[in-house]
């Protein structure tokens, strides 16, 4: 038995008296025992609004609110904690820098994406495109679902203001060099980085990969859902302007004018999630107690386990990359002439959730020619024997459905 499996209370519940069997932690992971406790804890004995208070509670919730920001700053080995900018998560982190980065792009200018990315990363770049008359250039995947890392830095050219990027796919698994691409292209571009999967499942440092933003959610790292961050280098968000306006956010308001509070206020309008705020802490500082880079090391070979167990599987389609090098985590298939949403109904009748579907990338799917596949996606609590009892129940499954 995986020895984090009990921190997580969820996994000892019975669903239809069976035990959940955890797969579908790409669309989102479940909660330890000390970041459930942390919100209930802080709800009862310390909850204020932040920022300006003067009373006690005040105080000391900011205090909390802004220990998580550091504690995000030293997880992602950012600078200073001026880069750290709270969000609603990925989602909201990604439409902030699109947005904020709009003032900076001209007619003509290139932004460059990939059909591997998720429609969180493809629509707000779409949007700025139409909005700006800009050129959108998306990097196509092979028919096997695998992006090239060549194709990438040979589209970035002296028109290229912005190269945005998933770091690992939500489909696929699939890993992207970041460094190398970086390197290579070698020119002035804003390299913006979708880290909702990557920060999950690999030892993010932003000084590292030299990348200029990173956006990720809280939910997919164990914490609570709707809260994120976007890092962004603080020279660059400096020159940035927030596309949304409120309290909290300015340093003097006339009736003619105002302007703005210093990072990371400046982007951080209105009241923040700060019980959320206080769960992320805990669920960070979780994975540096038990070092979560061993755990990060199982998944990888559970991917590798797993995929060899469905190639034995009849008129299995696996998609992406079958080279555990460049791939964590996540494996997508089909069986051929069974539809992956039934897969997905018949196996929660054993206890185990995985997800049907487009995974929120229908360009991903167009090019393949599928609707959608069925996705299998392991955490940090899932081990061997989650892997048994799901080729088992497949196998079940595949019978009921003959
Ligand atoms: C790669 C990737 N990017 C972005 C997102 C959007 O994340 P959120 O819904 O937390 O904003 C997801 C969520 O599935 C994702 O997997």
């Known amino acids: 038995?995986?020895?984090?499996?009990?921190?997580?209370?969820?996994?000892?519940?019975?669903?239809?008296?069976?035990?959940?069997?955890?797969?579908?932690?790409?669309?989102?992971?479940?909660?330890p025992k000390k970041v459930i406790h942390s919100i209930s804890e802080f709800l009862e004995n310390s909850y204020e609004n932040v920022h300006r208070g003067m009373n006690s509670l005040s105080i000391d919730a900011t205090d909390l609110y802004?220990?998580?920001?550091?504690?995000?700053?030293?997880?992602?080995?950012?600078?200073?904690?001026?880069?750290?900018i709270f969000?609603?998560?990925?989602?909201?982190?990604?439409n902030i820098i699109a947005n904020s980065l709009a003032e900076h792009l001209n007619k003509g200018d290139k932004i460059v994406v990939t059909e591997l990315e998720h429609h969180s990363n493809y629509l707000p770049w779409m949007h700025l495109c139409k909005k700006l008359e800009l050129e959108l250039?998306?990097?196509?995947?092979?028919?096997?679902?695998?992006?090239?890392?060549?194709?990438?830095i040979n589209n970035c050219d002296d028109t290229t203001k912005v190269l945005s990027l998933t770091h690992m796919s939500n489909v696929t698994g699939q890993i992207l060099d970041l460094k190398k691409i970086k390197q290579e292209i070698n020119k002035d571009i804003y390299l913006a980085?979708?880290?909702?999967?990557?920060?999950?499942?690999?030892?993010?440092?932003?000084?590292?990969?030299?990348?200029?933003?990173?956006?990720?959610?809280?939910?997919?790292?164990?914490?609570?859902?709707?809260?994120?961050?976007?890092?962004?280098?603080?020279?660059?968000?400096?020159?940035?302007?927030p596309p949304t306006l409120g309290g909290g956010m300015i340093n003097e308001v006339s009736s003619k004018d105002f302007s703005y509070a210093m990072l990371p206020n400046k982007f951080e309008p209105g009241t923040p999630s700060i019980e959320a705020a206080i769960g992320f802490k805990a669920a960070m500082e979780y994975l540096n107690s038990i070092n979560y880079q061993d755990y990060f090391l199982k998944e990888k070979q559970l991917r590798s386990k797993?995929?060899?167990?469905?190639?034995?599987?009849?008129?299995?389609?696996?998609?992406?990359?079958?080279?555990?090098?460049?791939?964590?985590?996540?494996?997508?298939?089909?069986?051929?002439?069974?539809?992956?949403?039934?897969?997905?109904?018949?196996?929660?009748?054993?206890?185990?959730?995985?997800r049907g579907g487009h995974h929120c990338c229908q360009p991903f799917m167009k090019k393949l020619g599928i609707p959608g596949s069925c996705r299998v996606s392991f955490g940090i609590y899932n081990d061997i024997n989650d892997i048994d009892h799901f080729v088992d129940s497949m196998k079940k499954t595949l019978k009921l459905l003959q």
């Open 193 to 241: 980085v979708d880290g909702c999967q990557s920060i999950a499942h690999l030892n993010i440092d932003v000084k590292d990969l030299d990348c200029d933003f990173y956006s990720f959610s809280s939910h997919k790292l164990y914490g609570p859902s709707g809260i994120g961050i976007m890092y962004g280098k603080e020279d660059i968000l400096n020159q940035l302007n």
């Open 1 to 31: 038995m995986n020895n984090v499996k009990s921190d997580f209370p969820i996994l000892d519940k019975k669903i239809r008296d069976k035990t959940i069997t955890y797969l579908d932690s790409a669309a989102s992971t479940q909660k």
């Open 306 to 354: 797993l995929i060899s167990a469905l190639n034995d599987f009849e008129e299995i389609e696996i998609y992406g990359s079958n080279n555990n090098g460049n791939a964590t985590s996540i494996v997508s298939f089909n069986i051929k002439n069974q539809n992956f949403n039934d897969i997905a109904t018949f196996l929660d009748q054993y206890g185990i959730m995985i």
């Open 137 to 152: 250039k998306i990097i196509p995947i092979s028919k096997e679902g695998i992006l090239s890392e060549d194709e990438i």
């Open 66 to 84: 802004e220990k998580s920001r550091d504690v995000a700053k030293s997880f992602i080995n950012a600078n200073s904690t001026n880069e750290i």
């Open 87 to 94: 969000t609603r998560g990925a989602t909201d982190s990604i």
